[in-house]
Nanobody, 125 residues
Framework: QVQLVESGGGLVQAGGSLRLSCTASGRTFSSRAMGWFRQAPGKEREFVAGISSWSGGNIAYVDSVKGRFTISRDNAKNTVYLQMNSLKPEDTAVYYC?????????????????WGQGTQVTVSS
């Protein structure tokens, strides 16, 4: 099973930026879609951003982060990134990366095979 390790979370003021990283073990990273999800206290886990396999030609974002967040991948490093700019207090959550079961562009929770341990992002007003 692929292991995922996230880093880059922290405390930031509203309007600030953070970059999350997620590094995967194993040799199948390039052929798998990758996603970022988040879960705020008392809320369900929600999709934030996803990128398809290989060159990442298919990218999707939840409407609330469009224009502020950017997902990217570096297959040579087995790493996916989430650049978060213009952060808002409502972005506060635990952020999880996940590796897809396939290389395609379905972003349902059930389409992801393994999850990281999560990294806390807190945005103060």
């Amino acid at each position: 099973q692929v292991q995922l390790v996230e880093s880059g979370g922290g405390l930031v003021q509203a309007g600030g930026s953070l970059r999350l990283s997620c590094t995967a073990s194993g040799r199948t990273f390039s052929s798998r879609a990758m996603g970022w999800f988040r879960q705020a206290p008392g809320k369900e886990r929600e999709f934030v951003a996803g990128i398809s396999s290989w060159s990442g030609g298919n990218i999707a974002y939840v409407d609330s982060v469009k224009g502020r967040f950017t997902i990217s991948r570096d297959n040579a490093k087995n790493t996916v990134y989430l650049q978060m700019n213009s952060l808002k207090p409502e972005d506060t959550a635990v952020y999880y990366c996940a590796i897809g079961k396939y290389g395609g562009s379905s972003w349902l929770l059930a389409d992801f095979a393994s999850w990281g341990q999560g990294t806390q992002v807190t945005v103060s007003s």
